[in-house]
Nanobody, 115 residues
Framework: QVQLVESGGGLVQPGGSLRLSCAAS????????MSWYRQAPGKEREWVAV????????NYADSVKDRFTISRDNAKSTVYLQMNNLKPDDTAVYYC????????WGPGTQVTVSS
């Protein structure tokens, strides 16, 4: 079954950290770029970060640059998003996406940043 499943979300205080994981199955994970997106309540889904299939190139939205790090482990078919110095504006449902020609999305994981 071709699917993505995110995990690692939760409630964290401002300034805290979380690491999100996205486990892939049903396709050759190592052949595809992977991305993270997020959607806050009442807002459109926005792109957060992307990593090339062999990790040779990564890019970030300005809003998360220098705070978030995307990485992947092709042996485990998993992509990660390390989030540091979290802010209330980072509160959102976080989704991973595989660029398979047609996009494949996971169901998302909730991240809430609040004191």
């Amino acid at each position: 079954q071709v699917q993505l499943v995110e995990s690692g979300g939760g409630l964290v205080q401002p300034g805290g950290s979380l690491r999100l994981s996205c486990a892939a199955s049903g396709f050759t994970f190592s052949s595809y770029s992977m991305s993270w997106y997020r959607q806050a309540p009442g807002k459109e889904r926005e792109w957060v970060a992307v990593i090339r299939s062999n990790s040779s190139w990564r890019n970030y939205a300005d809003s998360v640059k220098d705070r978030f790090t995307i990485s992947r482990d092709n042996a485990k078919s998993t992509v990660y998003l390390q989030m540091n110095n979290l802010k209330p504006d980072d509160t959102a449902v976080y989704y991973c996406k595989a660029d398979l020609g047609a996009p494949l999305w996971g169901p998302g994981t909730q991240v809430t940043v609040s004191s």
